[in-house]
């Protein structure tokens, strides 16, 4: 089960930090991510980590985002930094199994969470 929390309104330039609960999910075995779907659009991956600490990153949040596991926590955490309008969508934690780990392939993360929305203006 994956729950995310975090999400809020903020005024641009401004700060966010989201949060996954994951129960039941070990981190070493898989990838988890985060991605956004904003009203009208289709859901786009924002960030992924793999079970051997790398990252990939949408081009669109390179340099003001960053993803990191909590491994004490058990939690899937993103840092968001000078936020734009543009970010503002629901944000959804993810999970997978091995395999490809990158941000372009929502499609194949068999696990998601409820959404926390950020809203930025």
């Known amino acids: 089960q994956l729950v995310e929390s975090g999400g809020g309104s903020v005024q641009a330039g401004g700060s966010l930090r989201l949060s996954c609960a994951a129960s039941g999910y070990t981190y070493s075995s898989g990838c988890m991510g985060w991605f956004r779907q904003a009203p009208g659009k289709e859901r786009e991956g924002v960030a992924t980590?793999?079970?051997?600490?790398?990252?990939n990153y949408a081009d669109s949040v390179k340099g003001r985002f960053t993803i990191s596991q909590d491994n004490a926590r058990n939690t899937l955490d993103l840092e968001m930094r000078s936020l734009k309008p543009e970010d503002t969508a629901m944000y959804y934690c993810?999970?997978?199994?091995?395999?490809?780990?990158?941000?372009?392939?929502?499609?194949?993360?068999?696990?998601w969470g409820q959404g926390t929305q950020v809203t930025v203006s």
């Open positions: 980590i793999d079970s051997y600490g790398v990252t």
């Open positions: 993810a999970a997978k199994g091995g395999g490809y780990c990158g941000t372009d392939s929502p499609e194949i993360f068999a696990s």
